[in-house]
């Protein structure tokens, strides 16, 4: 029944002119090239081929990467085809997009590992059904030396340099590695082996999609046309949406850790939220603003409307609301979660009854290392039994059933085992 629904859904879209199609698949676009080209396709009247590649250089796909996905969900649900590339070739080299210094290349095993789960997390946000998964190591792994010299010759250094991020490593003499030159253009080789009429991305994305351009004409192809997106600004309020920076909420992640991710963005990132995840106009955030400002709207309540929105999308709505619950009852009327994992300690862990603060927060596993701990204890986010602790060099007693929270939403209960 579900899929009848979504194909009527897509034939009364298919009636709209291309004009009309046109409107929605570039609103809130950064960069359109060229709208004229993109009009043209529509009119040809066939299902355009929407190109987007993703290296699996970690093994989560995050928010930052829904907001890409959605828009091809859009071309998707007009009836254009989807063509969504697993980058185990290029994810060797690395994107240097944004980068200040070269990525550390990543073994065959390790791609291997990341991609592992790529498709059902995209299966998420796109019919994979309906979609044209493909891997590029199937065409360069085919291509020889002298493939690669042909392909190679099609740009200039000048060209490459270019780019903004290797004009500031140059300027701050930084290195930047052969590998990470190659990388635009064996990146936009995938837009002639698939045949892409449209590439999308994050509109740090320009440059190598715009070469795809460049390649495409070398090939004597038509050029593909280029849409770019915001970047998701992360949790931290500041940088991008990224897992190498911790400031991600994983699209896979459960519900609870999901909603209270999001219940911490800062309040200035609200209008971007709303607008990247839950497509909302500006028209429609202006008012949000409006009434939030006008005292009509509490802002917490508007920042847990959007948690529960997109958790609903990603889970279910009963999910939604069970988190949003859980929630008010953790921070909003200070009770402990109804559920927290155990933690058993050894003997071992212990000297003369007590272990070392540092240690303990350490071994649950809340911070990386003993200088993050030191550093969450001096700020004040951890606590036993509510009593806040601030002594990074304190020898605490613990006993089955104590309640260690680190941070806000961070709780185990300490086991002592014989």
Request: hydrophobic share 45%; charged share 20%.
């Given at each position: 029944m579900l899929r009848l629904v979504k194909s009527e859904v897509v034939r009364d879209k298919l009636t709209m002119t291309p004009e009309e199609q046109l409107q929605i698949l570039i609103k809130g676009a950064t960069n359109v090239v060229v709208r004229e080209e993109l009009l043209a396709k529509l009119n040809e009247g066939r299902p355009l081929r929407i190109k987007y590649g993703a290296d699996p250089s970690a093994p989560d796909l995050h928010l930052g990467h829904s907001v890409p996905l959605r828009r091809l969900k859009q071309f998707q649900e007009l009836g254009h085809q989807v063509v969504f590339i697993i980058g185990d070739y290029t994810g060797r080299i690395g994107d240097p997009s944004g980068r200040t210094k070269t990525r550390p290349i990543l073994s065959e095993e390790e791609i291997k590992h990341n991609a592992a789960t790529y498709v059902?997390?995209?299966?998420?946000?796109?019919?994979?059904?309906?979609?044209?998964?493909?891997?590029?190591?199937?065409?360069?792994?085919?291509?020889?030396?002298?493939?690669?010299?042909?392909?190679?010759?099609?740009?200039?250094?000048?060209?490459?340099?270019?780019?903004?991020?290797?004009?500031?490593?140059?300027?701050?003499?930084?290195?930047?590695?052969?590998?990470?030159?190659?990388?635009?253009?064996?990146?936009?080789?995938?837009?002639?082996?698939?045949?892409?009429?449209?590439?999308?991305?994050?509109?740090?994305?320009?440059?190598?999609?715009?070469?795809?351009?460049?390649?495409?004409?070398?090939?004597?192809?038509?050029?593909?046309?280029?849409?770019?997106?915001?970047?998701?600004?992360?949790?931290?309020?500041?940088?991008?949406m990224s897992k190498s920076l911790g400031n991600y909420i994983g699209i896979t992640e459960p519900p609870g850790e999901m909603f209270g991710k999001l219940m911490s963005i800062p309040d200035e990132l609200m209008s971007q939220y709303h607008e990247l995840l839950l497509d909302k106009t500006s028209a429609e955030v202006a008012q949000m603003q409006q009434?939030?400002?006008?005292?009509?709207?509490?802002?917490?309540?508007?920042?847990?409307?959007?948690?529960?929105?997109?958790?609903?999308?990603?889970?279910?709505?009963?999910?939604?609301?069970?988190?949003?619950?859980?929630?008010?009852?953790?921070?909003?009327?200070?009770?402990?979660?109804?559920?927290?994992?155990?933690?058993?300690?050894?003997?071992?862990?212990?000297?003369?009854?007590?272990?070392w603060l540092v240690k303990l927060i350490v071994t649950v596993g809340f911070a990386e290392s003993n200088s993050q701990a030191r550093r969450l204890i001096r700020d004040g986010a951890v606590s036993i039994n509510g009593e806040i602790l601030t002594d990074e060099t304190a020898q605490v007693a613990v006993n089955t059933g104590d309640i260690l929270r680190v941070g806000k939403r961070r709780f185990a209960k300490i086991i002592l085992s014989e």
């Open positions: 059902a997390q995209v299966g998420k946000i796109l019919d994979v059904e309906q979609a044209e998964i493909v891997y590029n190591s199937q065409w360069f792994a085919e291509m020889n030396a002298a493939d690669l010299l042909s392909l190679a010759s099609h740009y200039t250094v000048a060209r490459m340099l270019e780019r903004d991020d290797f004009t500031l490593r140059i300027d701050d003499g930084i290195p930047i590695s052969i590998l990470e030159m190659l990388y635009p253009f064996i990146q936009a080789y995938d837009s002639v082996a698939v045949q892409a009429d449209v590439e999308i991305g994050g509109s740090d994305q320009l440059f190598n999609l715009l070469v795809g351009r460049d390649i495409m004409r070398a090939y004597g192809m038509t050029p593909q046309v280029v849409l770019t997106w915001p970047l998701l600004v992360g949790t931290d309020g500041h940088q991008k009434a939030t400002a006008a005292g009509e709207l509490h802002p917490r309540q508007v920042k847990a409307d959007l948690a529960e929105a997109v958790v609903t999308i990603y889970h279910s709505a009963g999910a939604a609301a069970a988190a949003r619950a859980e929630f008010d009852r953790v921070f909003a009327e200070q009770q402990l979660p109804s559920e927290i994992p155990e933690l058993s300690l050894a003997p071992d862990d212990f000297s003369e009854g007590k272990i």
